[in-house]
T-cell receptor, first 118, second 112 residues
Framework: GAVVSQHPSWVICKSGTSVKIECRSL??????MFWYRQFPKQSLMLMAT?????????EQGVEKDKFLINHASLTLSTLTVTSAHPEDSSFYIC??????????????FGQGTRLTVV | LAKTTQPISMDSYEGQEVNITCSHN???????ITWYQQFPSQGPRFIIQ???TKVTNEVASLFIPADRKSSTLSLPRVSLSDTAVYYC?????????????FGQGTELSVKP
């Protein structure tokens, strides 16, 4: 399967600071990147979708000015949580998709990033 | 998008066969059925995908009846390491652009 590297795997930050999460697709070109958030004991919730070189599309209720997504290359996308607050503490997961991917192919996910805001 | 319903949790013992059923009554003609597994603090991992009848791979089997309104993931002879959350997803790339909408999933606990 495809190799997806997400970094860091965990991070603790102070309230009011910003945190950047990186997601790399190591062996295929990710024309699209999905970012999910998962709170404890809950399912994954899609936050936003980004296409390489374009602005991200955010799901309803997700603040685009708070969760900055950069998808400047086909192998790297970043999610920056700006001015983090304790309620942003969650597990963030990326999922890159190549142009050839369809529903008849499996999706790949990063290892996830556990963010704790204190 | 087709809504899925799964049991919230299931318990099993090592060596048993586990069957997790997912209901998707409003599945569309072009929709595929895909199952993912998620361990704590990890991203989901693809298990199996099917469109109709039966699909089997080295990890699991997927049974889909003719009306496709439900599907059953079968895990043969589970071990402790199969303890995870299992998600059933239904969809079609043409309508969803590849994004996945996760339901609540089934938390499987395998005991010794």
């Amino acid at each position: 399967g495809a190799v997806v590297s997400q970094h860091p795997s965990w991070v603790i930050c102070k309230s009011g600071t910003s945190v950047k999460i990186e997601c790399r697709s190591l062996d295929f070109q990710a024309t699209t990147m999905f970012w999910y958030r998962q709170f404890p004991k809950q399912s994954l919730m899609l936050m936003a979708t980004s296409n390489e070189g374009s602005k991200a599309t955010y799901e309803q209720g997700v603040e685009k000015d708070k969760f900055l997504i950069n998808h400047a290359s086909l192998t790297l996308s970043t999610l920056t949580v700006t001015s983090a607050h304790p309620e942003d503490s969650s597990f963030y997961i990326c999922s890159p998709k190549g142009q050839a991917s369809t529903w008849a192919t499996e999706a790949f996910f990063g290892q996830g990033t556990r963010l704790t805001v204190v | 998008l087709a809504k899925t319903t799964q049991p919230i949790s299931m318990d099993s013992y090592e060596g048993q066969e586990v069957n997790i059923t997912c209901s998707h009554n409003n599945i569309a003609t072009n929709d595929y059925i895909t199952w993912y597994q998620q361990f704590p603090s990890q991203g989901p991992r693809f298990i199996i995908q099917g469109y109709k009848t039966k699909v089997t791979n080295e990890v699991a089997s997927l049974f889909i009846p003719a009306d496709r309104k439900s599907s059953t993931l079968s895990l043969p002879r589970v071990s402790l390491s199969d303890t995870a959350v299992y998600y059933c997803l239904v969809g079609d790339n043409a309508n969803q652009g590849g994004k996945l909408i996760f339901g609540q999933g089934t938390e499987l606990s395998v005991k010794p």
